[in-house]
């Protein structure tokens, strides 16, 4: 049977950044996912990726910390200097404007294709020989009081002292031992494409809620596009995806009185667009169960949330870096798996995880309910957040998000 100290199962962003992680620490790592033999080809010319992401400085953080942020091609990356998120009454005054320079920081995010960092993560992973990748399925996990045995379906076994179950929303290992995970469904789909735009997006990340609960975010990318997340019914995603070019235009000249026409000028569809459902997961645990916890949940294994504020992927970065953080400062007495570092990383990740659920999952509800009083409570609100420093200052500090390596 093949050993190792750490397998990470999973191959989306978090596990590839925290198997390069746990490498990089000296340990002796091997990843699991289906497709990790298909090499990511680095995204190139005018057609963008169909998965964008904002990306928070803590990502930038923990990406600089791999080596990985200055091999990135930055061409493809666009800073954001404004947030401009708007109430559902269509005045002027319901209005929050969220802007780096008034934060004195550089940029309050990034926005990038999926497909860059992951291809700048695989090129990284080929040159680091205590990483080991295997394309395959975990079928089954065993874990006891030395480690656990994963049995793949490919017909082999490995042994490891820790397993980091990176597998995604529907995580086969947390079902497998039993963490139960809250979930609810946002009954809408996000719809998302990339448009060109006539007019300069200012480097600013637009997001309007509507009437009737629906959001759309306009983010910015280099030139003159912006990639569109648009939360909305699952009926009326699927409508919103057999649309043509001169539907979409309609569409966007039917909401929030033409408001996105006059900021961005004329759009021109430059992807196929994509739905995908929303929900909400917490794990009730973010390590194995009590006995013998050598199983370590991190990204959406853990928990997904609605991506209004386009924090779920920073989110599991965070776990990436903590766990990071106290591996790599472990007592040299310490393994791994030792019981007090993984109830240090599952103490650590719980106030970050559980704040961010509930500002989202609140926001969500608040900007969904209809009665009028709702409404004019909350554009009333968002006025007045915007008219306080001090919350605004918060509000960005949690945008940020906040690592530190030592
Ligand atoms: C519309 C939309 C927009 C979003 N925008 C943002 C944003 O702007 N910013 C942001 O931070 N987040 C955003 N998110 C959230 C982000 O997409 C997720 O949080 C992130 O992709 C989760 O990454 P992950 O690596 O945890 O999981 P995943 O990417 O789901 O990866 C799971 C991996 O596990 C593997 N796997 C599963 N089962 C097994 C098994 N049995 N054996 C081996 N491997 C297995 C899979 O093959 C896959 O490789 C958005 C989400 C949506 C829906």
């Known amino acids: 049977m093949r050993t190792a100290d750490v397998v990470v199962v999973g191959g989306g962003i978090a596990g590839k950044a925290c198997a390069l992680g746990l490498a990089q620490l000296g340990l002796q790592t091997i990843e699991i996912a289906p497709d990790l033999g298909q090499s990511i080809a ?56 969220l802007s780096a320079f008034e934060a ?51 017909g082999g076994s490995i042994r490891a002292q820790l397993v980091i179950a990176a597998d995604g929303a529907n995580s086969p290992i947390r079902n497998e031992l039993g963490i139960s995970a809250s979930e609810e469904s946002y009954s809408q789909s996000a719809v998302v494409a990339n448009w060109l735009c006539t007019y300069p997006h200012l480097e600013t990340a637009f997001q309007w809620f509507l009437p009737g609960g629906d959001i759309v975010a ?17 009926e009326r995603a699927a409508d ?39 929900r909400k997961i917490r794990a009730k645990r973010f390590i194995g169960p009590e006995a013998s916890p050598k199983v370590v949940l991190i990204g959406d294994a853990a928990h997904v949330m609605h991506p209004l504020a386009g924090q779920g992927l920073n989110l599991g970065l965070r776990d990436v870096a903590v766990l990071l953080n106290i591996l790599g400062k472990r007592e040299s007495f310490r393994s791994p798996s030792d019981i007090v570092l993984l109830r240090r990383y599952e103490r650590q990740r719980q106030g ?55």
């Open 240 to 278: 919103l995806l057999k649309l043509d070019q001169a539907q979409w235009l309609d569409q966007f000249a039917s909401i929030a009185n033409g408001v996105i026409l006059k900021q961005l000028g004329e759009l021109t569809l430059n992807s196929i667009p994509a739905a995908y459902p929303l």
């Open 218 to 234: 306009m983010l910015p990318l280099p030139g003159k596009q912006v990639s569109m997340v648009w939360s909305t019914s699952p």
């Open 352 to 406: 970050d995880t559980s704040a961010l659920l509930w500002v989202t999952d609140k926001l969500k509800k608040l900007f969904s309910a209809s009665s009028n009083t709702e409404r004019q409570l909350r554009n009333w609100g968002l006025g007045l957040v915007n008219k306080s420093h001090f919350i605004k200052q918060r509000l960005i500090e949690r945008a940020l998000g906040e690592i530190d390596f030592e």
């Open 104 to 154: 004195g920081t550089p940029q309050l995010a990034w926005i990038g294709e999926s497909n860059l960092i992951e291809h700048t993560l695989d090129q990284a992973s080929r040159f680091q020989n205590k990483l080991e990748r295997i394309s395959d399925v975990v079928e089954k996990i065993h874990v006891d009081a030395d480690g656990s045995t994963l049995h793949l379906k490919n």
């Open 42 to 97: 680095s995204p190139q010319g005018t057609q963008w990726g169909q998965r964008i992401y904002a990306f928070s400085p803590s990502t930038q953080k923990l990406l600089a910390h791999l080596q990985i942020w200055d091999a990135i091609d930055h061409s493809r990356l666009q800073p954001v200097r404004d947030m401009r998120i708007y109430g559902d009454r269509g005045e002027k005054n319901d209005q929050l404007h």
